[in-house]
């Protein structure tokens, strides 16, 4: 698998695909720390860390699916133009390995990107004087909700990348998923569950809780990680679907 | 002479129509083995079910004296090298890349990749971007691609694509060496019967989706008899007189078949006699191209 895997890495030289997704994971990083900095002014410390990771899983919700089929459509594109899904298949390498491999070198890109994007945020945090030492049980639940969810916006926009040579589509299902992502947390819950890139957004540490006319209190939460558990299960089955196309495609 | 390759009523069904008729092909080690027919006869298509890109609706496949299947196939490819239709590369790479890319794939000595290179005469060009290459050049380079393995069965298919007269040379003699130089069996298809002729040592004919010929270049040549062109003074009259031996006219010459040393001639006292002028009797035998044309009824070379 590392044989794999290297020459997946091999293959993306000169494509400049990390840094296309340190761009789009280096605005959403900024735009959080803007708005935190927004609330840090308004209302100090309190709730402080869990404002920031909540605006951060809400942008999740907005970048992470277009950073993903962006990620995911130059890594597969470069099969289509050159045609050489034809050329590995004469080599006698297993598809279904091969197909892993691309996978798991955009899961690694984007969790490199994603690590660099919470260390950058950390060290804002540190600089801006934010109380108390790090909560690492809320990081760990909102970094790792996030790789859940991106596991089954990955496998999905692997399969459309793969299977749709113009990819164009693959970036308009990226675009549907972002406005889905964004637009998730004011749906109903009935309706969020069906909807796979909401799954960002409930990883919100804070609750709003109404107390009257135009009045909220807000409390902090424990991130819910179940729907991401849940949409990771689906990725898993999205995945499976995918690989099985490609290892059925005729040449 | 071992079987490299064999195959039982193969077809391939697309949308109801077969495209590929129940062929059987046989390669012997050793051999190149020259597939001809016209655009859309099925050769690309018969090409891809011997290497698995395809899965046949009826047939089998056997490589290397194995049945081909999902399991095995792996296994037996590891002893094949392949360019069909259009080469495939990394346009965002080297030459040299590419390369490297089956390379770390299937785990090639390093002295396989500047052999490669330097049997399709790439030197010079592997640091150049594959998206800078000629079509020519690109060419090449899926031939390196495939014979980096040096593999048992090399199959190419249409390998002088785009290559200029000096190149088309090149490749023609490089294949012809393969077999004695590196063991090899080749199966390569090509609408240019005249390179076929050159370079193959047995030939398989498809048309419509079926094997209408498969055997030796000396059989196919032998299938087609003899005959005798006259050309006269008066073609019309010369037809006339000689209605019983049914002659065919093509461009002032009148061709008869099957004519013994006697009839001949008897045939040329006739005309003689008759006051018609003879102004030449020759002896023809048909082209691979002619051959080809009576086999398919198209134009040999496209």
């Not at chain 1, 030289?13 to 900095?37: D, H, I, K, N, P």
């Not at chain 1, 209302?43 to 907005?62: D, K, R, S, Y």
């Not at chain 2, 249409?158 to 590196?182: C, F, H, M, S």
Request: aromatic letters at 8%.
């Amino acid at each position: 698998m590392i044989r794999y895997l290297s020459l997946e890495f091999y293959k993306i030289r000169r494509r400049g695909v990390f840094l296309t997704a340190l761009l789009l994971c280096g605005v959403e990083g900024a735009w959080t720390a803007y708005s935190v900095q927004s609330y840090f002014e308004e209302n100090g410390a309190n709730l402080i860390w869990n404002n920031l990771f909540t605006n951060l899983a809400m942008l999740h919700g907005l970048f992470l699916p277009l950073a993903i089929a962006v990620l995911s459509s130059r890594i597969c594109d470069m099969e289509h133009k050159g045609d050489t899904w034809k050329l590995l298949g004469t080599a006698a390498e297993p598809m279904g390995k091969l197909y892993f491999a691309k996978f798991l070198c955009t899961f690694l890109l984007l969790t490199v990107t994603l690590v660099l994007e919470l260390a950058a945020l950390l060290t804002f945090a540190a600089w801006r004087g934010f109380p108390g030492p790090i909560p690492v049980g809320l990081v760990g639940k909102v970094f790792l909700g996030t790789m859940l969810v991106s596991v089954f916006v990955l496998a999905l926009q692997q399969w459309i990348a793969m299977a749709v040579p113009n990819q164009l589509v693959a970036l308009i299902v990226g675009m549907a998923g972002s406005f889905l992502g964004l637009v998730g947390a004011l749906f109903p819950p009935q309706v969020r569950a069906f909807l796979p890139w909401c799954g960002y957004a409930e990883l919100s540490s804070v609750q709003a809780v109404p107390l009257g006319d135009h009045e909220w209190q807000y409390l902090a939460m424990d991130p819910n990680i179940v729907p991401a558990l849940l949409v990771f299960v689906l990725g898993i089955i999205v995945y499976f679907l995918g690989k099985r196309r490609l290892c059925r495609k005729e040449f | 002479m071992e079987t490299i390759v064999s195959t039982e009523g193969l077809s391939k069904e697309y949308g109801g129509v077969f495209r590929v008729k129940h062929v059987d092909l046989q390669i012997r080690e050793g051999e190149v083995y020259g597939f001809l027919g016209p655009n859309g006869a099925g050769k690309s298509t018969t090409m891809k079910m011997l290497l698995g890109l395809v899965k046949p609706t009826q047939g089998t496949v056997h490589l290397f004296g194995k049945q081909m299947n999902d399991k095995n196939r792996v296994e037996i490819l590891r002893q094949t090298g392949a360019l069909i239709e259009s080469p495939s590369y990394y346009g965002h790479l080297t030459g040299m890349e590419n390369l490297r890319v089956m390379q770390k794939l299937l785990d090639i000595p390093e002295k396989n990749l500047r052999e490669a290179l330097r049997i399709v005469r790439l030197e010079n060009q592997a640091g150049k971007k594959v998206s800078h290459y000629s079509l020519g050049m690109k060419q090449r380079l899926g031939i390196a691609m495939a014979l980096m393995r040096f593999p048992k069965l090399l199959v190419l298919d249409e390998p002088t694509n785009g290559l200029d007269p000096a190149g088309i040379e090149e490749i023609r003699e490089l294949i012809k060496a393969l077999p004695q130089q590196y063991g090899m069996t080749v199966m390569l298809s090509s609408h240019l019967l005249a390179e076929v002729d050159q370079m193959a040592t047995a030939v398989g004919i498809i048309d419509h989706g079926e094997l209408i010929f498969q055997n030796s270049l000396e059989v196919l040549r032998r299938k087609s008899a003899h005959y005798v062109a006259v050309r006269t003074q008066d073609s019309e009259e010369a037809a006339r007189l000689l209605e019983r031996y049914r002659p065919k006219r093509e461009a002032g010459w009148l061709l008869l078949e099957n004519l013994s040393d006697a009839a001949v001639a008897q045939i040329n006292q006739q005309l003689v006699c008759s006051g018609v002028q003879v102004f030449r009797i020759e002896e023809r035998q048909r082209s691979l191209e002619e051959i080809f044309l009576d086999l398919t009824g198209k134009e040999g070379a496209l």
